[in-house]
C-alpha cells in the first residue's frame, strides 16, 4: 500500500480533535479529499456520513428519460419505456422479431429478410444470446412491452400480498387522516422552509397516528376516533407462510438433484428483482431497468445545499458543488525513492542500506526514513501553512519533538515524526498560462503576509526536515520519521494543518484595513483541519536483519 | 520447423487489403473480407478460408498444426481477436479481443464474447450454438431464435463492405483465380 494522507471530519465526535491513529474508529473519521464537501456558512468539513441527501431526479440509465417523480411510484421504480435487462448477464435487451418460418436453414441465401419482421416478437440479449421466449415470454407486437412486463410482475404473490396489505390498511388510515385533520395540525405540516415537499410529506405520513399501533402522542383516548384499535379487523394472508409444503421445501428438493451449478440462478441474476423470485435458472424473467437517481446533498446543521447535480439526465455537471477539494490544500505523501534521495544529497544523514528500501519494501524496524509532503494550494491567494503533529492524549509528552528518545512500550506510538515547526508559504493557484515567466512559478516572497519565514532554521538543522522546494501552487515540505527497535504496526499519525489566507468576507470597516502598516491584517484568517498520515508498515526487525541490514 | 512457402490463392470476388500480413499457403473464398492490418499466419500446415468470412482489423489468425486449418463461410472475426482453431465452422463470431487456442475446435453458429480466453489444456470441440460471454467466460447454448436474420445481416455487412473498402484501400489481386507463385 502506497503511503496516504485522509482528512478529517468531526461529526461523529464530540469535540474536534480526531480518534488516535491505532483506534478502529480512526478509519470512519477520515476520508479522502475528493469525498469530502466544505459548507462556506459553517466553515466547515462536511463527509458523506453527515449531510443530508435528498433525491432531486429520478432518471432511466439507459434510456436517459427523467422520470416524474409520480410515475417513479405507479412503475414501481423501473423504467416504463423499452428498457429492459437481460436476467442471465444485465446487459440490455432488444426487442426482435421472429425469423422467418420457411428458412429454418439459415444458410439457404435468401432474398433477403422483410424490414417489419414477423411476430411473435420477443426479447433478446446480444451479448450471452438469452432471450425471452426460453421463459416463453414472447410478444404479439413491439410496443408497450414494459406494461405487459409490470403486469408479470404485479402478479408475483409478494407483490399481490403487499397490495393486499395496503388495501387493508387503507380505510383505517383514511380515517386517522382525516382525524388528524380535524385535530389539531401534525407538526410536519408547519413547513420548516428547508424541508422540500417530499420529505415533509414522508416525514408526516410516518409520524401519522396508525390505529392499533400504540400510539405515540400522549392524548387521552377520549375522543370519537372513527379507527380505534378494537376496530381493527385480524389480516389474513392469502398464502399460509410456515406450513409444512412451503416453497422452502422444494428448493430444498431442488437443490439435492442438481446437476450443474448454471441450474441454480446465481445471486447477482436474482438480485436486481423486485420480489423474491425462483432459484431455478430457466425461471429468470426480463427485468424492466431499475430507475437511477440524481441526489443533492445539505449541510445538516445550516441546510444550505453544498452538491446539486444538474436537473438533465443527460448532464454529468453540477448546478452547486462545494468540495473540499476546492478550498483545502491537497496533501500528497511518499517515501522517496533513492534516487530522489541523491538529487537531494540528503543521503549523507543516512546508512545507505536502509533506507533504499523504503519504497519498495516497507519501513524497518529500527530505521530512521525521510518523507515529503506536497501541498497544493487550490484558492487564487497564497496562503502561510503550518503543519503539526497531534499528541497522543495517553501521555502528553514527547511523541510530537523531532529528536524525541527512543520510544517505550506503553501506548505512545513506536516511532517518532518530525515536521518542519514553522509556517511555509503556497503560492496562489492560477491557470497555467498566468505564469508569465519561470520565476513566476518559483515561490513567493515569504513575508508577503508579515509572517516571519523560519524555515531556514529548519533546514540548518537537518537537510529532509523543512521546505524542499516551492513551484507554481505546489510547496514540498520534508518530514523524518525514526522507527523504534522493536516497533511494529503501522506508521500512522494525525496531523494537524492549519493556513492563514486572505478572507472574501466583506467587512463594513474598510477604512480600517486600508492601513498598510499593520502586519496582521484584519482580513487574514486561519482554518485548522486534521489529517491521517500513513507511510506504511513496519517490518519488524527480525525478519529483515539478515538480507537488508548493513 | 520449416516454415512454409507463401502461396496465396485469394478468389477474385474476395476483398483482401494490401496492409494486412500473410504468411505461408493461404487460401481466401470468394466474397470475404480482409481488413487492412489484419494477420493471416500459416505457419505449420495451410489455411483455407471459405465464402462471406470478414476478418476485421488486427485480428490474427494462425495455424499452428501441420493439417490444413479449414475456417468455413460466413464467419464474423472481430477487430483484435486471435484464433488458432484448427477448424472453424461457419456461421460463427469471434467477439473483438477474444482468444480462442489451438485446442479448440469451433462448430457452427458459435459465438466468443468480447476479451474471452478459450484456452482448454484438453481438445474439445464447442457445440454448435454455444456461447461463450462475460469475465469468467461463462457458456450457455443459444436457442437458434433469430439466426436467420443475424445471417441477414451478416451478408449485409460483407456486401457494404465489399462495395466501400476498394474505394479507400488498395487490395491484394488474387493470382488469376487460384494459382501461386
Ligand atoms: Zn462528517
Ligand atoms: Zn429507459
Ligand atoms: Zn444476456
Ligand atoms: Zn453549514
Known amino acids: ?36 464537501f466544505f459548507c462556506e456558512e459553517c466553515d466547515a468539513v462536511r463527509c458523506n456520513r453527515c449531510v443530508s441527501v435528498e433525491v432531486s431526479g429520478y432518471y432511466c440509465p439507459n434510456c436517459l428519460f427523467e422520470v416524474p417523480s409520480a410515475s417513479v411510484r405507479a412503475e414501481k421504480n423501473r423504467c416504463a419505456r423499452n428498457c429492459f435487462m437481460c436476467p442471465n448477464c444485465r446487459n440490455t435487451l432488444s426487442v426482435v422479431p421472429s425469423d422467418p418460418p420457411d428458412m429454418d436453414d439459415g444458410r439457404s441465401p435468401s432474398a433477403a429478410v422483410s424490414a417489419v419482421g414477423e411476430p411473435p416478437f420477443f426479447l433478446y440479449c446480444n451479448h450471452c444470446r438469452w432471450d425471452s421466449a426460453e421463459v416463453d415470454i414472447t410478444f404479439e407486437k413491439p410496443t408497450g412491452l414494459a406494461a405487459q412486463l409490470q403486469k408479470y410482475e404485479d402478479s408475483a404473490p409478494d407483490s399481490l400480498e403487499f397490495e393486499r396489505l395496503k388495501e387493508h390498511f387503507e380505510p383505517f388510515l383514511r380515517a386517522s387522516s382525516s382525524s388528524a385533520l380535524a385535530g389539531p395540525p401534525p407538526t410536519a405540516h408547519s413547513h420548516h422552509p428547508h424541508v422540500n415537499p417530499i420529505t415533509a410529506a414522508a416525514s408526516s405520513a410516518l409520524a401519522r397516528d396508525i390505529p392499533g399501533v400504540g400510539k405515540y402522542t400522549p392524548h387521552p383516548r377520549g375522543r370519537r376516533d372513527k379507527g380505534p384499535r378494537d376496530d381493527m379487523v385480524e389480516y389474513r394472508s392469502r398464502v399460509e407462510v410456515g406450513g409444512s409444503s412451503t416453497m422452502g421445501e422444494a428448493d430444498v428438493e431442488f437443490m439435492r438433484h442438481i446437476e450443474e451449478v448454471s441450474e441454480v440462478a446465481a445471486l447477482e441474476q436474482r438480485w436486481a428483482n423486485s ?13 424492466r431497468i431499475p430507475l437511477h437517481s440524481k441526489k443533492s446533498k445539505r449541510c445538516p446543521t445550516c441546510r444550505h445545499i453544498l452538491i446539486k447535480p444538474e436537473q438533465k439526465a443527460q448532464s454529468v455537471r453540477y448546478k452547486i458543488k462545494l468540495v473540499a477539494a476546492n478550498y483545502l490544500p491537497s496533501i500528497k505523501v511518499a517515501l522517496p525513492q533513492p534516487m530522489d534521495l541523491v538529487r537531494r544529497g540528503a543521503q549523507a544523514a543516512r546508512p545507505p542500506g536502509g533506507e533504499g528500501n523504503s519504497g519498495a519494501n516497507g519501513l524497518h524496524a529500527g530505521d530512521t526514513y525521510p518523507f515529503t509532503l506536497s501541498l497544493t494550494n487550490p ?14 492524549i495517553p501521555p502528553a509528552s514527547t511523541t510530537v519533538a523531532s529528536d524525541a528518545a527512543p520510544v517505550e512500550k506503553s501506548r505512545r506510538p513506536p516511532f517518532a515524526v518530525s515536521l518542519p515547526s514553522s509556517a511555509f508559504p503556497i503560492a496562489a493557484f492560477a491557470e497555467a498560462w498566468e505564469y508569465e515567466d ?21 533546514k540548518a538543522k537537518n537537510k529532509t526536515v523543512g521546505v524542499l522546494e516551492k513551484r507554481a501552487n505546489v510547496t514540498v515540505v520534508g518530514g523524518e520519521v525514526v522507527i523504534g527497535k522493536d516497533a511494529k504496526g503501522e506508521v500512522k499519525f494525525n496531523m494537524l494543518v492549519s493556513y492563514t489566507y486572505r478572507s472574501d468576507d466583506p467587512l463594513p470597516e474598510d477604512d480600517v484595513r486600508g492601513t498598510p502598516s499593520r502586519t496582521k491584517a484584519p482580513e487574514m484568517k486561519t482554518f485548522s483541519f486534521y489529517t491521517v498520515v500513513n507511510l506504511g508498515s513496519i517490518v519488524p526487525r527480525q525478519e529483515t536483519k539478515m538480507d537488508t541490514d548493513p | ?14 476483398v483482401v487489403c494490401q496492409d494486412v500480413e500473410l504468411k505461408g499457403d ?52 472481430e477487430i ?3 484464433v488458432e482453431s484448427p477448424t472453424v465452422g461457419n456461421f460463427n463470431t469471434i467477439s473483438t479481443r477474444a482468444r480462442v487456442h489451438h485446442t479448440v475446435r469451433i462448430s457452427s453458429y458459435c459465438v466468443i464474447g468480447a476479451g474471452c480466453l478459450v484456452v482448454p489444456t484438453e481438445d474439445e470441440v464447442l457445440d454448435e450454438y454455444t456461447v461463450i460471454y462475460g469475465p469468467a467466460a461463462d457458456r450457455r447454448t443459444w436457442s437458434g431464435r433469430g439466426k436467420v436474420q443475424e445471417a ?29 507463385a
Request: with cysteine.
Open chain 2, 1 to 14: 520447423m520449416a516454415p512454409l512457402r507463401d502461396k496465396f490463392t485469394i478468389h477474385s470476388k474476395a
Open chain 2, 152 to 180: 441477414d445481416l451478416r451478408r449485409k455487412h460483407a456486401e457494404y463492405l465489399r462495395e466501400t473498402l476498394p474505394k479507400f484501400n488498395r487490395l491484394r489481386r488474387g493470382e488469376a483465380h487460384g494459382h501461386g
Open chain 1, 438 to 458: 519561470d520565476e513566476d512559478m518559483f515561490g513567493v516572497d515569504d513575508d508577503e503576509f508579515g509572517f516571519e519565514a523560519r524555515e531556514k532554521e529548519g
Open chain 1, 275 to 287: 420480489w423474491a423470485t425462483s432459484l431455478h435458472t430457466s425461471d429468470l424473467k426480463p427485468l
Open chain 1, 379 to 392: 484558492l487564487y491567494d497564497p496562503i502561510q501553512v503550518r503543519l503539526s503533529v497531534q499528541r497522543q
Open chain 2, 26 to 77: 493461404i487460401t481466401i473464398g470468394s466474397g470475404t473480407i480482409v481488413h487492412p492490418k489484419a494477420t493471416i499466419f500459416a505457419i505449420a500446415g495451410p489455411i483455407v478460408i471459405g465464402t462471406g468470412c470478414i476478418i476485421e482489423e488486427s485480428a490474427i489468425i494462425v495455424n499452428r498444426r501441420k493439417e490444413v486449418m479449414r475456417i468455413g463461410d460466413d464467419n464474423l472475426f
Open chain 2, 80 to 82: 483484435g481477436c486471435r
Open chain 1, 1 to 36: 500500500m502506497s503511503p496516504s494522507v485522509d482528512y478529517h471530519c468531526h461529526c461523529l465526535a464530540s469535540n474536534s480533535a480526531p480518534p488516535p491513529p491505532h483506534l478502529p474508529s480512526s478509519s470512519y473519521s477520515f476520508h479522502p479529499l475528493h469525498e469530502l
